[in-house]
C-alpha cells in the first residue's frame, strides 16, 4: 500500500468496517485492536475494552478442538509475513457452552516506507449464510478496492487494488481522465442513483452489485457499497469486491445447467435485485440481453392466474426461510402452454432473517400435458364405471328378486330326496351370484363417487356390540364359508351399552370388505372379529386371519383403487374393496392399519372415534 491508504485511513477506519458487507476490523502492528464494524461486534461479541486479538474469552480452537495458537491466527500470520493470509477456519468457545465456526482473512497494512502499521482481517460466519455470498466466492482474501469520491463521480483517492479492479493507473486518477460514474455499465446508472440517494438520506447504501467497464472495455462484475463521510463536501468512502472469480468458478456449472436446460436464479430480497443465467431468459421466453430490475418485473412475465401463487409463495418462504417451490405460465399468449418448475433456498443474515434467494428453473411442459392426458383417462373411466354401474344394477335386482320369489315358493325340504332339491341348489346359488355382482357394482358406485369427494354418511346413534353381534350372524347366515369360520370376540365387560355416531350401513360394508378378503386370502381357515376399547372415546375393530399374508412391498399400495396384493389370475375381485374401506373409515375420522406375516396370515385393524368430531 502508499500514501493514498493512509489518507483513506484518515478519512475513519471506523466509518469504512460500517460499509462493509461482513464482520472486519483492524489492528496495529502488535495485534491490538483498533476498530471494528458493528457486524464483527455482533458476531465475535466485542465490546471497546476487549483485549486483542478480538474474543473476549480468548478460547479459539481448531476444528478437531485442540486449542489454537494465537500466533496461528489469521492476523498474527499476517503480520508476522507481511502477505495476504489464505482463509483460516476456526472454531470459538465461549465460557457458556456455545460455539461459533468462523472463518478469516487478513492482509497488512503497510505505510509509505514499507513499514508494517497493521492488519485489516475479514470474519464470515460458517453457522449462518451471509448475506452477500457473492463476496466470499469472489474471495475476500483480497479484500477490497477502496475509493473516496464525490456524488457527482469524481474520484478523490483510490487503493491500488481499485485501481487495477477498472484497470487504470494512479497517473490517470491524478490528471482526472477517468471518473467512476463513466465507469459504470449503463444499465446500472440507475441503481448508482439509487444507492446515492440512500447515501444522502441515511449516512450509507446497502451494498449491491453491478459491472464496471473496464479501460480495455471488458466488464468486470462487482460488490460495491459506501458510507457518506464529509457531508458538507457530498464526499462518501466506498469499496469495491471483484466478483470475476466467482464468475469463472460457476462457469463450469452454468455450462452444465445448460445442457440440462435448467436456469439458474438469485434474488437479493433487500436491493430487490435479480441475476439470471442464459438459460433461466430462454425459458422465460426472454432476449438474452434481458435482466429483471426487480421481482415485480418478474412476475408480470407470469400467467394472471398464476401471478398472486407465485408472489405468496415467494412471501411465505422468506418469511419462514423454508424451500420456495411453485410452477407457473408465462403471460406471453405464445408461451401459455410452457410450464415451467422452480425451486430455491433462502439464505439468512446473521439475525436470522431471510435476505436472498438461489434456486433453479425447469420446463415441466411435457409432465403436465401427461397429467393432463391422465385425468382426462380417469375422467372417462369414471364415467364408464359410473354409466355401467347403473345400467348393470337395473337387471341384476331384477334378477335377485326373482330368484328370491321363486324359492320361497318351492316346497319345504323333505327328508327323502325329492326332485325340487336340485332345483332348489340352483336358485340359492343364483342368488349368491347375484349378490356377488350387486356388491362388485355397489364397489364401482362407491370408487366414482370417492373419485369425485362424493361420499355422504348418515350418521345414527349405534350400539357397537350390537352391531357386530347383528353383523357376524347375518354373515354366518348367508355366506357357507363363515357357517363354521367366523368368530366374534367381545370385551369381558360391554355394560352399559356403548354407543357410537357412525353411519351403520357404511361400517358393515367396511367388515364386508375386510372380512370378504379374509376369507378369500384366509387359506380355508378360521376368521376372527374382535372388539376392543383402547381409549374411552375410541372403539378398535381387527379382522384376524392366518392366511397366505401380505409381502411388504406390496402394502403401500394396497389401498389404492384397483390395487392387489396378490396376482388376479389367482383371486378375483376388482381391486375396490380396501380403497373404499379406507376412504369409509377416514370419512369418520378413524384410522385403518395391518400387520402381516408371509405364511401366517394378517390383522386389518380399524380405530374409528366413538363421538361425531
Known sequence: MNGTDVTLGMLGARDLLEALPLAAYVCDAHGRLVAFNADAAALLKLSSSDAPPYCPADEFTTLTGIPLRREDTAVALALRTRARTPAQTYAIGWRDGRQLRVRETARPVLGPDGSLLGAVCVVESLRDTAVYEAAKAGGLAQLVGMFVSDMHGQLVEATDEYLRILGYTREELESGS?????????????????????????????????????????????LIGYTLVRPRQNQFIGYVVDLSTRLRQYADVNEAMRAAETGVWDWDARTGQIIWSDTTRTLMGCSSEYQPHDIHEFLKLLHPDDRDRVRQALSDSLASRATFRADFRLRDPE??????????????????????????????????????????????????????????????????????????????????????????????????????????????????????????????????????????????????????????????????????????????????????????????????????????????????DHGIGIAVEAREKLFQPFERAHRAVSFGGLGLGLYIAREIVQAHHGTITLDSELGVGTTFRVDLPLASP
Not at 192 to 216: S, V, W
Open 335 to 544: 408461451l401459455r402452454d410452457r410450464w415451467l418448475f422452480s425451486q430455491g433456498g433462502v439464505f439468512c443474515d446473521f439475525a436470522g432473517d431471510g435476505v436472498r434467494m438461489s434456486g433453479t428453473l425447469v420446463d415441466v411442459s411435457a409432465r403436465k400435458q401427461a397429467e393432463q392426458v391422465l385425468r382426462d383417462a380417469i375422467a372417462v373411466r369414471d364415467e364408464f364405471l359410473s354409466v355401467a354401474s347403473h345400467e348393470l344394477r337395473t337387471p341384476i335386482t331384477s334378477i335377485l328378486l326373482r330368484a328370491e320369489s321363486l324359492l320361497k315358493k318351492m316346497p319345504a325340504p323333505e327328508p327323502a330326496p325329492t326332485k325340487a332339491q336340485p332345483l332348489v341348489a340352483a336358485l340359492e346359488l343364483i342368488i349368491r351370484q347375484a349378490r356377488k355382482i350387486d356388491s362388485l357394482v355397489g364397489d364401482m358406485l362407491d370408487a366414482t363417487r370417492l373419485s369425485h369427494k362424493k361420499l355422504f354418511l348418515d350418521r345414527t346413534s349405534t350400539d357397537v356390540v350390537e352391531l357386530l353381534s347383528t353383523y357376524v350372524a347375518q354373515t354366518v347366515d348367508h355366506e357357507p364359508r363363515a357357517t363354521a369360520g367366523l368368530h366374534l370376540e367381545l370385551p369381558a365387560h360391554t355394560s352399559p351399552p356403548v354407543f357410537a355416531s357412525w353411519d351403520r350401513r357404511r361400517i358393515e360394508q367396511v367388515l364386508d370388505n375386510l372380512v370378504s378378503n379374509a376369507f378369500k386370502y384366509g387359506a380355508g381357515r378360521p376368521v376372527t372379529v374382535r372388539l376392543s376399547f383402547p381409549a374411552r372415546d375410541l372403539a378398535r375393530i381387527e379382522v384376524e
Open 178 to 222: 477517468f471518473r467512476w460514474d463513466r465507469c459504470t455499465a449503463p444499465e446500472h446508472l440507475m441503481r448508482d442513483h439509487q444507492g446515492i440517494e440512500e447515501a444522502l438520506r441515511t449516512g450509507k447504501c446497502r451494498p449491491y452489485e453491478k459491472d464496471y467497464l473496464r479501460k480495455d472495455g471488458s466488464r468486470v462484475p462487482v
